[in-house]
């Protein structure tokens, strides 16, 4: 929903869990393998072009959207950084820092926050005794509303209304997504450990999936024939993706030096020269 409502001139911040919306803005599946098999290149997005690479640390990115929402502005370009989040990411300095800049120079950079209730195990009441996330957005001086994160439509209407008012200068935003986190965190993690199935359980007929699955079947635009045809074309254009990924040809492991500085320091210089002639080993 989110990068439905972003135009080609926008940008995007993700953090580690937005390949939806980067797939949506362009990113090739390609791309994506490349990026999670340690292959910068998989960042040097072929669509676009200006979309900033998945931020691994936690809120780090805040900052950077504000910067870029600055850049923008000083160019006078009608255009937003959008970065998203989730909601243990409004618990760091980064989150503050970006919205206090963001406020102060009215910039047009939209926050996202995807409220699923859990930061990792720790829940949404033990992160903060503010009522919403999205008043955070009153104490640095602009405006912050809720959505139901699991109504793609509203989504993607509530970030469109958002940025269609910041692009000319009406200054940053902040969304906050209701949704619930229905699986563990990552494969590492056990969520038992920490909330029961019955709580859990109760969220199941939420899923947005499901819910735009029956909206569309409801308004006669989907059928049961209609999604098994996009299982087997999504199935195959991720086998395909893999092929390619499988067989692109690995960087030299000396382009770990490359791209860090426009002049190496002397002590890179020398590290590299070694690890040339040492043949890449770790020895």
């Known amino acids: 929903g989110v990068a439905r409502a972003m135009i080609g001139r926008d940008v995007l911040l993700p953090s580690f869990r937005e390949h939806g919306a980067q797939l949506v803005r362009g990113v090739t599946p390609v791309e994506l393998l490349l990026?999670?098999?340690?292959?910068?290149?998989?960042?040097?997005?072929?669509?676009?072009?200006?979309?900033?690479?998945?931020?691994?640390?936690?809120?780090?990115?805040?900052?950077?959207?504000?910067?870029?929402?600055?850049?923008?502005?000083?160019?006078?370009?009608?255009?937003?950084?959008?970065?998203?989040?989730?909601?243990?990411?409004?618990?760091?300095?980064d989150f503050y820092e970006a919205m206090n800049f963001a406020g102060v120079w009215?910039?047009?950079v939209l926050f996202v926050v995807c409220?699923?209730?859990?930061?990792?195990?720790?829940?949404r009441r033990a992160?903060?005794?503010?009522?919403?996330?999205?008043?955070?957005?009153?104490?640095v001086g602009f405006e912050g509303e809720q959505v139901?994160?699991?109504?793609?439509?509203?989504?993607?209407f509530t970030v469109r209304r958002a940025l269609e008012r910041?692009?000319?200068?009406?200054?940053?935003?902040?969304?906050?997504?209701?949704?619930?986190?229905?699986?563990?965190?990552?494969?590492?993690?056990?969520?038992?450990?920490?909330?029961?199935?019955?709580?859990?359980?109760?969220h199941w007929k939420e899923d947005p999936i499901a819910r735009l699955r029956t909206y569309l079947t409801e308004e006669g635009g989907w059928s049961v024939e209609d999604e098994e045809a996009l299982l087997v074309a999504c199935r195959q254009e991720i086998d395909l993706a893999v092929e390619k990924y499988l067989a692109t040809e690995s960087q030299a492991v000396e382009s770990i030096f490359d791209y860090l500085y426009a002049e190496l320091p002397l002590d890179l210089i020398r590290?590299?020269?070694?690890?040339?002639?040492?043949?890449?080993?770790?020895?």
């Open 127 to 139: 992160q903060t005794a503010s009522q919403t996330l999205a008043q955070k957005a009153i104490a």
């Open 35 to 93: 990026y999670w098999g340690g292959d910068e290149r998989g960042s040097n997005h072929v669509g676009p072009v200006k979309d900033f690479p998945v931020s691994i640390p936690v809120g780090s990115h805040a900052p950077h959207a504000a910067g870029v929402a600055l850049a923008l502005k000083l160019r006078g370009e009608e255009a937003a950084a959008v970065a998203i989040f989730g909601d243990g990411a409004t618990s760091k300095g």
């Open 166 to 202: 910041m692009r000319p200068g009406g200054g940053p935003h902040l969304i906050e997504a209701l949704t619930y986190r229905l699986g563990d965190h990552t494969t590492s993690d056990d969520a038992s450990r920490y909330r029961s199935d019955e709580i859990v359980s109760g």
């Open 271 to 283: 590290q590299r020269s070694e690890l040339i002639q040492g043949g890449g080993d770790d020895g």
């Open 148 to 156: 139901d994160g699991n109504d793609v439509l509203a989504v993607e």
């Open 115 to 123: 409220n699923n209730e859990w930061a990792i195990s720790v829940p």
């Open 106 to 108: 009215h910039l047009p």
